[in-house]
């Protein structure tokens, strides 16, 4: 079973940027869609951004223009920037890779957008 593990979660000021990654132990294209979610305490577990075998990316509408995902099949990793934080983007970050409906999530990273 694949292994995920997100790096790059960190305490930031408003307006900051950080930059999330998440390594696969196996090649990122045996996965349909990977993708990184979020959940805030007191919340669901919601999308960010996805990107499918083929290249198609989907982003939730709270983080469109300020985040963008992105994947290195050399290095096996998807990585999500993140620009223009705001504090309602604080929250445990998830790495997902999904197969035939299958999915498997890593440990989560931290992120808190405080001043």
């Known amino acids: 079973q694949v292994q995920l593990m997100e790096s790059g979660g960190g305490l930031v000021r408003p307006g900051g940027s950080l930059r999330l990654s998440c390594a696969a132990s196996?090649?990122?294209?045996?996965?349909?869609?990977m993708g990184w979610y979020r959940q805030a305490p007191g919340k669901e577990r919601a999308l960010v951004a996805t990107?499918?075998?083929?290249?198609?990316?989907n982003y939730a509408d709270s983080v469109k223009g300020r985040f963008t995902i992105s994947r290195d099949s050399a290095e096996n990793t998807v990585a999500l920037q993140m620009n223009t934080l705001k504090p309602e983007d604080t929250a445990i970050y998830y790495c997902n890779a999904r197969i035939l409906g299958r999915d498997t999530w890593g440990p989560g990273t931290q992120v808190t957008v405080s001043s």
């Open positions: 196996e090649n990122i294209f045996n996965f349909n869609v």
């Open positions: 990107i499918n075998v083929g290249g198609v990316i």
